[in-house]
């Protein structure tokens, strides 16, 4: 009995399969280098984070305020965080520790959330600076839940399917974009104390007040809108990393031992870090998408 005749295909088809497969090889690349700075730069704030808070014995200041005066254990608890935060960022940038880093990042930057700006909110929902803080850490935590969809990918049946792969990235997105009017409307409810953060060589102080504030504005219309939503969130993150590093920045110039400033300079990071990561979920949609044609 003769065995089956195989039929192998040609040099030529081997030559566009090798072509298609190393293109296919070379977009995966550029894509994952941009992904791992997001994730480098979100993880080195989270490190940032968990040193200064084990220097020092305590939380993030007024961003990481436990609203309970005599708390038992305080000092204990602050330890605790800042390994969870120190670990957490560590964990984010190993391949073996970087799906288990972003749950454990998700669960820690959630109660951080509900527990320490939620109740703040509930309080006193009239009180602009309310939502600012809620929103500020909102930012962050839409970064670490973009990265617990992406980094569960692979085991997703293991989680709800509304928290990671697709529907986590669109829920973490429109977390991002409903955060940032909160943040935005500050700048007008607060102008004077916005005003004070403008570095003083900058001409008309008010006017870039109003121009950031607005531009969280638009861009979360953009994002809700899809209409240039690629765009609309990476001018926001390059935005706060401008303000990040010209207000906080160059108050580490001024003062690089003071733990106010380093503290302020590592949450306003971790806040534009966390709006790059989201930023970066947009890859392989057009700069100038609107609507459903959003492919590149």
Not at 117 to 141: C, Q, S
Not at 148 to 170: K, S
Not at 253 to 262: G, Y
Request: glycine fraction near 10%.
């Amino acid at each position: 009995m003769r065995p089956a005749r195989t039929t192998e295909p040609s040099s030529a088809t081997l030559r566009a399969m090798d072509m298609i497969s190393s293109i296919h090889a070379n977009r995966a690349d550029v894509a994952m280098t941009s992904f791992d700075a997001s994730r480098f730069g979100f993880a080195a704030t989270l490190i940032g984070l968990g040193i200064i808070g084990l220097m020092h014995g305590d939380f993030a200041l007024v961003w990481q305020r436990i609203p309970i005066e005599h708390l038992p254990g305080r000092s204990y608890v602050a330890y605790a965080t800042a390994l969870i935060e120190l670990l957490g960022g560590i964990g984010l940038l190993l391949t073996a520790t970087a799906t288990l880093a972003s749950r454990v990042l998700f669960v820690f930057l959630f109660l951080w959330l509900v527990l320490l700006k939620l109740p703040a909110v509930v309080a006193v929902p009239t009180m602009e600076a309310t939502w600012l803080g809620f929103g500020e850490i909102a930012v962050i935590f839409a970064g670490a839940w973009i990265l617990l969809a992406t980094d569960a990918m692979n085991v997703e049946r293991l989680h709800p399917r509304w928290l990671v792969g697709e529907n986590g990235v669109r829920a973490a997105r429109l977390l991002f974009a409903v955060s940032l009017p909160m943040i935005g409307l500050s700048h007008f409810f607060y102008s004077a104390e916005t005003v004070a953060y403008v570095p003083k060589w900058l001409p008309f102080p008010l006017g870039w007040a109003y121009l950031t504030g607005a531009g969280s504005l638009a861009a979360c219309l953009g994002l809700l809108l899809g209409v240039w939503p690629r765009l609309a969130a990476t001018l926001e993150a390059a935005m706060l990393g401008t303000i990040t590093l010209l207000v906080w920045g160059a108050g580490l110039i001024a003062k690089p031992a003071d733990r106010t400033t380093w503290t302020g300079f590592l949450i306003s990071s971790a806040i534009a870090s966390g709006a790059w990561v989201v930023a970066d979920s947009y890859r392989g949609i057009r700069w100038l998408a609107v609507g459903r044609n959003t492919r590149s």
